[in-house]
T-cell receptor, first 115, second 114 residues
């Protein structure tokens, strides 16, 4: 059974650009969550999608958005990139929503560098 | 708000010695607690969870965690450390006041030397 797949693995962008990250969950998993990981802040929750609807959102500005498709694949978009957006972005999938299924399966992440 | 704290940024242990990675929590209501591990260049992997029941929870790779309600702690332990246990360890709590999302601690870097 394939794990959670995130693409691309590495990304370099400049300030002001926008970026789209992709996540394919484990087959059959319907929930996809996104986290931002930085050395100083640890893991910060961005949002969770379930059945193509955003079910939960963290404390990030509106520049961070996402969506989920009917096949449960999810994309995350960051517009008007800032230097502080440099981080490892992790996607996690679960069978059902967080809170109902405690075990999350994480991808290896997309390392975003903003220059 | 629910939260967890990992008071140690780094823990150093000699191979074969017991290890402890500390976690304290702050919750309203019943705590649902987790440990995840992150190996270099990898995503997080689930180790174990405490929902209810026995205070000693056994998980993957020989790890266990002890839930202590009076000390609001959930420390991760292993009787005999391996060099391959070297990784970043995260404690997490489920925040039922915010849709059940997992709130992670800052992480503790475990280094096991031969």
């Amino acid at each position: 059974k394939a794990g959670v797949t995130q693409t691309p693995r590495y990304l370099i962008k400049t300030r002001g650009q926008q970026v789209t990250l992709s996540c394919s969950p484990i087959s059959g998993h319907r929930s996809v969550s996104w986290y931002q990981q930085t050395p100083g802040q640890g893991l910060q929750f961005l949002f969770e999608y379930f059945s193509e609807t955003q079910r939960n959102k963290g404390n990030f500005p509106g520049r961070f958005s996402g969506r989920q498709f009917s096949n449960s694949r999810s994309e995350m978009n960051v517009s008007t990139l800032e230097l502080g957006d440099s981080a490892l972005y992790l996607c996690a999938s679960s069978l059902v929503r967080q809170g109902l299924d405690e075990k999350l399966f994480f991808g290896s992440g997309t390392q975003l560098s903003v220059l | 708000a629910q939260s967890v704290a990992q008071p140690e940024d780094q823990v150093n242990v000699a191979e074969g010695n017991p290890l402890t990675v500390k976690c304290t929590y702050s919750v309203s209501g019943n705590p649902y607690l987790f440990w995840y591990v992150q190996y270099p260049n990898r995503g997080l992997q689930f180790l174990l969870k405490y929902i209810t029941g026995d205070n000693l929870v056994k998980g993957s790779y020989g790890f266990e965690a002890e839930f202590n309600k009076s000390q609001t702690s959930f420390h991760l332990k292993k009787p005999s450390a391996l060099v391959s246990d070297s990784a970043l360890y995260f404690c997490a709590v489920r925040d039922d006041n915010q849709g059940g999302k997992l709130i992670f601690g800052q992480g503790t870097e475990l280094s096991v030397k031969p």
